[in-house]
């Protein structure tokens, strides 16, 4: 038997490199997935069409009705039950402090942490209704405890999500809801070697396995997460980053 037979699972920000890495793994593990997007349609449909049992939902998560829209379609398609979310969706870019407007501050914390805050909301309203609970992970980082420059605002939200799914594993606990974070290093995607070379050559350096992390890698976590292997896990943050955080920094 899989590990995830039987569930259904959202995937926020799924047309991406490590949404659709996680959609994967989900699927190939049994569960159905809802696969959510904003502005990568034509990536979700395809991924969609892969995966065979899923559903595309697109939608604007920095704005909260959107948030409970998706999940609440999510929960629909699956015949009204939803046992897991991965919030994974968010933007990173790069902006020195310095320069930082307010605006620009708090479209990243929209982006990455309020709508994670919206979701997880939701989510838990139909997990509570259903009987059994469910399970939900967030997409953290970390640089929630290791900052890189010109991410500020990126590192203080992805803080945030640790932080809101400790709370949310000690709110929800009752309800049978365990709420975890996967916190990967960098992770690759197409066009990273050439944009970046010598940030890559450092990482490879730094990892103790000597490559950079893969959307399956965080996939893998996150169907451990969900699966009833992890029934005694919640608040629970799993690095992911191939022991990066493990170096001596001195």
């Known amino acids: 038997m899989k590990l995830l037979e039987g569930q259904i699972a959202l995937v926020t920000g799924a047309g ?23 502005t990568s349609v034509q990536s ?16 604007d998560l920095t704005v909260e ?6 999940v609440r379609e999510a929960a629909e398609w699956g015949g ?27 479209a990243v914390l929209d982006a990455n942490l ?21 399970s939900v992970t967030h997409i953290a980082s970390i640089e929630a405890r290791m900052p890189a420059q010109g991410h500020a605002h990126y590192a203080a939200a992805k803080a945030a999500v640790a932080m809101h799914a400790r709370s949310a594993a ?31 050559r450092r990482w490879r350096r730094a990892t103790a396995v000597g490559r950079l992390g893969r959307p399956e890698d965080v996939g893998d976590a996150c169907v451990f997460l969900a699966s009833p292997l992890a029934s005694w896990i919640t ?16």
């Open 80 to 106: 009204g039950r939803l046992t897991a979310l991965v919030n994974n969706a968010g933007v990173q870019p790069v902006q020195e402090l310095p320069g930082m407007t307010a605006a620009e501050w708090r």
């Open 65 to 70: 009705e959107e948030c409970h829209r998706v």
């Open 16 to 38: 991406g490199g490590i949404g659709r890495g996680i959609a994967l793994r989900l699927a190939e593990q049994g569960a159905a997935v809802a696969l959510h997007c904003r």
């Open 170 to 200: 000690l709110e929800y606990g009752r309800d049978g809801i365990r709420v975890n974070t996967v916190s990967p290093g960098l992770i690759e995607r197409d066009g990273l070697a050439e944009a970046w070379p010598e940030g890559v």
């Open 235 to 250: 608040g629970h943050d799993l690095v992911v980053d191939g022991g990066v955080s493990a170096r001596p920094t001195w």
């Open 44 to 59: 979700a449909h395809e991924l969609a069409a892969e995966i065979g049992e899923s559903v595309v939902l697109q939608g």
């Open 114 to 134: 309020t709508s994670v805050f919206a979701c997880t909301q939701a989510a838990a309203e139909v997990m509570r209704g259903q009987g059994g609970g469910g």
